[in-house]
Protein backbone atom coordinates (compact mmCIF):
# COMPACT_ATOMS: atom_id res chain seq x y z
CA UNK A 1 0.00 0.00 0.00
CA UNK A 2 0.92 3.32 -0.59
CA UNK A 3 1.05 6.03 2.47
CA UNK A 4 -1.95 7.47 0.94
CA UNK A 5 -3.52 4.39 1.09
CA UNK A 6 -2.25 3.28 4.71
CA UNK A 7 -3.70 7.06 5.91
CA UNK A 8 -7.49 5.99 4.29
CA UNK A 9 -7.05 2.42 6.27
CA UNK A 10 -6.32 4.22 9.24
CA UNK A 11 -9.07 6.57 8.82
CA UNK A 12 -11.56 3.32 8.73
CA UNK A 13 -10.26 1.94 11.10
CA UNK A 14 -11.41 4.57 13.49
CA UNK A 15 -14.52 5.04 11.82
CA UNK A 16 -15.37 1.37 12.25
CA UNK A 17 -18.38 -0.10 14.48
CA UNK A 18 -15.94 -1.68 16.49
CA UNK A 19 -12.96 0.03 18.93
CA UNK A 20 -9.83 0.55 17.32
CA UNK A 21 -6.91 -1.40 19.52
CA UNK A 22 -3.49 -0.24 19.03
CA UNK A 23 -1.01 -2.07 21.41
CA UNK A 24 1.90 0.79 22.03
CA UNK A 25 5.30 0.11 20.35
CA UNK A 26 9.29 1.16 20.73
CA UNK A 27 11.23 0.08 18.42
CA UNK A 28 11.44 -2.23 15.09
CA UNK A 29 11.69 -5.67 17.32
CA UNK A 30 8.73 -4.43 19.47
CA UNK A 31 6.99 -3.78 16.41
CA UNK A 32 7.59 -6.86 15.06
CA UNK A 33 6.32 -8.78 17.62
CA UNK A 34 2.98 -7.19 17.82
CA UNK A 35 2.34 -6.87 13.82
CA UNK A 36 2.60 -10.82 13.92
CA UNK A 37 -0.16 -10.94 15.56
CA UNK A 38 -3.69 -11.34 13.39
CA UNK A 39 -5.58 -9.20 15.89
CA UNK A 40 -3.18 -6.12 14.84
CA UNK A 41 -4.72 -4.05 12.72
CA UNK A 42 -2.62 -0.65 12.98
CA UNK A 43 0.66 0.14 15.13
CA UNK A 44 1.25 3.12 17.60
CA UNK A 45 4.35 4.36 18.61
CA UNK A 46 5.16 5.31 22.47
CA UNK A 47 6.72 8.79 23.13
CA UNK A 48 7.34 7.85 26.38
CA UNK A 49 8.46 4.52 25.93
CA UNK A 50 10.99 5.48 22.68
CA UNK A 51 12.64 8.70 24.90
CA UNK A 52 13.09 5.90 27.80
CA UNK A 53 14.85 4.05 25.46
CA UNK A 54 17.13 6.94 24.74
CA UNK A 55 17.80 7.53 27.84
CA UNK A 56 15.51 10.45 27.61
CA UNK A 57 12.56 11.93 30.17
CA UNK A 58 8.88 11.84 28.11
CA UNK A 59 8.81 15.19 26.04
CA UNK A 60 12.60 16.01 25.99
CA UNK A 61 13.74 13.75 23.03
CA UNK A 62 15.62 15.52 19.98
CA UNK A 63 12.94 15.66 17.01
CA UNK A 64 15.32 13.98 14.94
CA UNK A 65 15.97 10.75 17.53
CA UNK A 66 12.07 10.36 17.38
CA UNK A 67 11.39 10.13 13.93
CA UNK A 68 14.81 7.82 13.51
CA UNK A 69 12.80 5.48 15.77
CA UNK A 70 9.47 5.93 13.93
CA UNK A 71 11.39 4.96 10.54
CA UNK A 72 12.41 2.24 11.52
CA UNK A 73 8.83 0.90 13.30
CA UNK A 74 7.42 2.35 9.93
CA UNK A 75 10.07 0.41 7.68
CA UNK A 76 9.44 -2.82 10.07
CA UNK A 77 5.90 -3.40 8.73
CA UNK A 78 3.20 -2.90 6.04
CA UNK A 79 0.82 -1.65 8.57
CA UNK A 80 -0.32 2.11 9.09
CA UNK A 81 1.92 3.42 11.56
CA UNK A 82 0.72 6.35 13.64
CA UNK A 83 3.27 8.12 15.93
CA UNK A 84 3.42 10.32 19.10
CA UNK A 85 4.75 13.47 18.02
CA UNK A 86 5.01 15.01 21.85
CA UNK A 87 3.77 18.58 21.01
CA UNK A 88 4.71 18.96 17.59
CA UNK A 89 8.30 20.48 18.52
CA UNK A 90 7.49 23.57 17.84
CA UNK A 91 6.69 23.08 14.53
CA UNK A 92 3.69 21.16 14.05
CA UNK A 93 3.43 21.35 10.09
CA UNK A 94 7.19 20.88 9.77
CA UNK A 95 6.84 17.97 12.04
CA UNK A 96 3.97 16.51 10.17
CA UNK A 97 6.03 16.09 7.10
CA UNK A 98 9.04 15.09 8.23
CA UNK A 99 6.87 12.59 10.18
CA UNK A 100 5.12 11.69 6.59
CA UNK A 101 8.47 11.21 5.49
CA UNK A 102 9.51 8.94 8.01
CA UNK A 103 6.43 6.40 6.91
CA UNK A 104 3.52 7.45 9.63
CA UNK A 105 0.26 7.75 8.63
CA UNK A 106 -1.39 9.68 11.96
CA UNK A 107 -0.21 11.21 15.06
CA UNK A 108 -0.79 11.94 18.51
CA UNK A 109 -0.04 15.78 18.98
CA UNK A 110 -0.36 17.58 22.69
CA UNK A 111 -1.87 20.87 23.25
CA UNK A 112 -0.55 20.47 26.82
CA UNK A 113 -3.38 23.39 27.29
CA UNK A 114 -1.83 25.75 25.41
CA UNK A 115 -3.96 28.56 24.65
CA UNK A 116 -6.87 27.00 22.22
CA UNK A 117 -6.04 29.43 19.38
CA UNK A 118 -3.05 28.41 19.41
CA UNK A 119 -3.63 24.84 19.55
CA UNK A 120 -6.10 24.96 16.83
CA UNK A 121 -3.63 26.74 14.95
CA UNK A 122 -1.14 23.66 15.17
CA UNK A 123 -4.18 21.24 14.18
CA UNK A 124 -4.70 23.09 10.94
CA UNK A 125 -0.93 23.73 10.43
CA UNK A 126 -0.47 19.34 10.83
CA UNK A 127 -3.59 19.39 8.41
CA UNK A 128 -2.25 21.45 5.44
CA UNK A 129 1.14 19.78 5.47
CA UNK A 130 -0.59 16.00 5.22
CA UNK A 131 -2.75 17.48 2.20
CA UNK A 132 0.60 19.19 0.27
CA UNK A 133 1.73 15.77 0.80
CA UNK A 134 -1.24 14.16 -0.72
CA UNK A 135 -2.15 12.26 2.69
CA UNK A 136 -5.21 12.62 4.38
CA UNK A 137 -3.10 12.45 7.86
CA UNK A 138 -4.80 10.96 10.78
CA UNK A 139 -4.79 13.39 13.50
CA UNK A 140 -5.68 12.10 16.75
CA UNK A 141 -5.49 15.32 18.55
CA UNK A 142 -4.59 15.33 22.28
CA UNK A 143 -6.21 17.44 24.49
CA UNK A 144 -4.67 17.19 28.29
CA UNK A 145 -7.93 18.50 29.69
CA UNK A 146 -7.76 16.03 32.63
CA UNK A 147 -3.86 15.31 33.02
CA UNK A 148 -2.85 18.80 32.97
CA UNK A 149 -6.11 19.37 35.21
CA UNK A 150 -4.44 20.67 38.54
CA UNK A 151 -6.84 21.02 41.52
CA UNK A 152 -9.72 22.20 39.49
CA UNK A 153 -13.13 20.04 39.48
CA UNK A 154 -13.64 16.84 36.77
CA UNK A 155 -16.69 19.15 35.92
CA UNK A 156 -14.47 21.98 34.02
CA UNK A 157 -12.05 19.33 32.64
CA UNK A 158 -14.81 17.51 31.02
CA UNK A 159 -16.72 21.36 29.80
CA UNK A 160 -12.49 22.16 28.40
CA UNK A 161 -11.94 18.96 27.07
CA UNK A 162 -15.30 18.77 24.90
CA UNK A 163 -14.95 22.95 24.09
CA UNK A 164 -10.83 21.50 22.63
CA UNK A 165 -12.10 18.68 21.35
CA UNK A 166 -15.37 20.16 19.48
CA UNK A 167 -12.58 22.67 17.82
CA UNK A 168 -9.86 20.34 16.64
CA UNK A 169 -12.42 18.69 15.11
CA UNK A 170 -13.85 21.03 13.11
CA UNK A 171 -10.19 22.44 12.04
CA UNK A 172 -9.77 19.22 10.16
CA UNK A 173 -8.44 16.61 13.28
CA UNK A 174 -9.63 12.52 13.04
CA UNK A 175 -10.16 12.05 16.55
CA UNK A 176 -9.64 13.58 19.52
CA UNK A 177 -7.56 11.98 22.22
CA UNK A 178 -8.08 12.58 25.91
CA UNK A 179 -5.80 10.73 28.29
CA UNK A 180 -6.57 10.01 31.70
CA UNK A 181 -8.64 7.36 33.78
CA UNK A 182 -12.37 8.09 32.48
CA UNK A 183 -14.71 6.02 34.35
CA UNK A 184 -18.19 5.61 32.63
CA UNK A 185 -19.72 8.72 33.17
CA UNK A 186 -17.39 11.10 32.20
CA UNK A 187 -17.08 9.14 29.17
CA UNK A 188 -20.52 9.32 28.52
CA UNK A 189 -20.76 12.79 28.37
CA UNK A 190 -17.28 13.72 26.47
CA UNK A 191 -18.95 11.11 23.89
CA UNK A 192 -22.15 13.26 23.73
CA UNK A 193 -20.40 16.32 23.98
CA UNK A 194 -17.68 15.79 20.92
CA UNK A 195 -19.39 12.74 19.32
CA UNK A 196 -19.50 9.12 18.68
CA UNK A 197 -16.54 7.52 16.92
CA UNK A 198 -14.31 10.98 17.50
CA UNK A 199 -12.73 10.31 20.53
CA UNK A 200 -9.65 8.02 21.79
CA UNK A 201 -8.46 6.85 25.29
CA UNK A 202 -5.67 5.09 27.26
CA UNK A 203 -5.86 2.02 29.12
CA UNK A 204 -4.23 2.33 31.94
CA UNK A 205 -4.55 0.42 35.74
CA UNK A 206 -7.91 1.49 36.86
CA UNK A 207 -9.77 2.14 33.59
CA UNK A 208 -12.49 0.40 32.12
CA UNK A 209 -12.01 -2.33 29.38
CA UNK A 210 -11.73 -1.67 25.93
CA UNK A 211 -15.28 -3.41 25.42
CA UNK A 212 -17.04 -1.21 28.00
CA UNK A 213 -15.27 2.27 25.86
CA UNK A 214 -16.56 0.63 22.63
CA UNK A 215 -19.86 0.35 24.25
CA UNK A 216 -19.90 4.32 25.60
CA UNK A 217 -18.76 4.85 21.42
CA UNK A 218 -15.33 5.73 21.75
CA UNK A 219 -13.21 5.03 19.01
CA UNK A 220 -9.99 3.84 19.93
CA UNK A 221 -8.09 3.21 22.60
CA UNK A 222 -4.04 2.44 23.32
CA UNK A 223 -1.49 1.93 26.06
CA UNK A 224 1.28 4.67 25.95
CA UNK A 225 4.01 3.55 28.14
CA UNK A 226 2.74 0.41 29.79
CA UNK A 227 3.24 -1.62 27.08
CA UNK A 228 7.01 -1.11 27.67
CA UNK A 229 6.33 -1.11 31.45
CA UNK A 230 5.06 -4.27 31.71
CA UNK A 231 8.11 -5.67 29.48
CA UNK A 232 10.15 -4.17 31.86
CA UNK A 233 8.63 -5.70 34.63
CA UNK A 234 8.96 -9.01 33.11
CA UNK A 235 12.84 -8.62 32.03
CA UNK A 236 13.19 -7.57 35.72
CA UNK A 237 11.31 -10.38 37.22
CA UNK A 238 13.38 -12.95 35.39
CA UNK A 239 16.76 -10.96 36.06
CA UNK A 240 15.80 -11.72 39.65
CA UNK A 241 14.75 -15.65 39.12
CA UNK A 242 17.57 -15.74 37.21
CA UNK A 243 20.18 -14.38 40.24
CA UNK A 244 18.21 -16.73 42.57
CA UNK A 245 19.43 -20.12 40.28
CA UNK A 246 16.25 -19.97 37.91
CA UNK A 247 16.08 -20.82 34.35
CA UNK A 248 14.72 -19.49 31.40
CA UNK A 249 10.87 -20.12 31.24
CA UNK A 250 10.55 -22.80 28.77
CA UNK A 251 7.66 -21.05 26.85
CA UNK A 252 9.92 -18.62 25.72
CA UNK A 253 9.42 -17.86 21.94
CA UNK A 254 11.58 -16.64 19.45
CA UNK A 255 10.48 -13.42 18.73
CA UNK A 256 14.27 -11.32 18.03
Known amino acids: MTIAQKAQTLIGLHEAPEILRVVNVWDAVSAKAIAALPE ?66 GANIEDRLKPLAESVAN ?65 RQLVDGIGERKISVIGLPGALTAAEYESLGVARISYGPMTQRVALTSLQDLATSLYSDGVIPAGTRALN
Open 40 to 105: TKALATAGHSIAATFGYADGTIPRELMLDMVSRIAASTDLPVSADLDDGYGDAGETTRLAIAAGAV
Open 123 to 187: VEAIVKAGEAEGVRFVLNARTDAFVRAGDRPVEESIADAIERGRAFLSAGATCVFIPGILNADVT
